[in-house]
């Protein structure tokens, strides 16, 4: 089996990084993969610098208008034709041996609704500074399982990069859920995770960019109360859903450790950011 795997960049004003960001990509090993690249109205040179990249299997589409972070995340997996998807920021990079890997795992258990693995915390020049790991255990596990303590405890699933998953689990999940403009990728990865199996890999395939100008680095610096408001609607959505049953005390115990992760990835920030001009969606 050789499936098209659709890799999708959601840009916006990303001159800084995406060059490198396509190139991580297109140096995967797995090689039958489309690229898509949806940028949302830049105002730099991102969409110059995308056209610059040769390679057939580039596709770049433009919005006629921005749709913003959570609008241009959803495009982008619209955009998609590949029967198995990935989605990564535009400053973030994958690893060469990453799809294969990932891939992998969903070929080999098709019951499978979602494949991570750990990732690199990197700074701005691609140095890695840490690790961010996923669920404790490996390999094949109960979704709602881990969804659950995901939600009391903190969010095993991690950043775009270090996701792959079916086309089915995307139609069955649904997209993003506008209601969360910031946790928007916490929430789908819970849906998904609630639909079956997930598989976890215990190994570095991607590297997420450490930076105080991206979205969660201004939150967490500027408005933490709005995380921690998030959060609580999330426990709240899916508590209401009915799949993921949390109890008056484990709603507050994720609430106390979601305001303490806030205060340590602040520090975690000052310590191991620094500050660029510009923006990130």
Not at 106 to 127: C, F, N, R, W, Y
Request: glycine share 6%; hydrophobic share 35%.
């Amino acid at each position: 089996m050789n499936p098209l795997v659709s890799v999708c960049i959601p840009a916006y004003n990303s001159a800084r990084y995406i060059r490198a960001t396509m190139e991580s990509v297109l140096g995967q090993k797995y090689e039958n993969i489309e690229l898509v690249v949806v940028d949302d109205c830049s105002k730099d040179d991102t969409v110059e610098i995308v056209r610059s990249v040769r390679d057939p299997r580039v596709r770049l589409v433009r919005n006629e208008k921005n749709l913003g972070m959570t609008g241009n995340w959803n495009k982008c997996l619209a955009e998609a034709r590949g029967e198995y998807i990935k989605l990564i920021c535009a400053d973030d990079v994958l690893y060469e041996d990453s799809i294969e890997k990932e891939l992998g795992a969903l070929l080999a258990h098709p019951e499978v609704t979602l494949a991570m693995s750990d990732t690199s915390l990197i700074d701005e020049e691609g140095k890695r500074t840490g690790c961010f790991k996923r669920y404790p255990r490996s390999g094949l596990l109960d979704g709602r399982k881990v969804a659950k303590r995901a939600l009391i405890f903190k969010s095993f699933f991690g950043a775009p990069c270090n996701t792959l998953f079916p086309r089915s689990s995307y139609e069955r999940a649904g997209g993003f859920d506008p209601e969360f403009p910031y946790i928007l990728d916490f929430d789908l990865w819970l849906r998904m995770a609630c639909l079956g199996k997930i598989y976890v890999i215990h190994e570095e395939l991607n590297g997420f960019r450490v930076r105080n100008d991206s979205n969660t680095g201004t939150l967490i610096n500027s408005g933490r109360k709005t995380y921690n408001d998030e959060h609580r609607k999330l426990l709240k959505k899916h508590n209401a859903l009915g799949v993921v049953h949390l109890n008056r005390f484990e709603r507050a115990v994720s609430m106390l450790i979601r305001h303490a992760r806030n205060e340590l990835i602040q520090i975690y920030l000052w310590v191991n950011a620094k500050k660029v001009n510009g923006k990130m969606r």
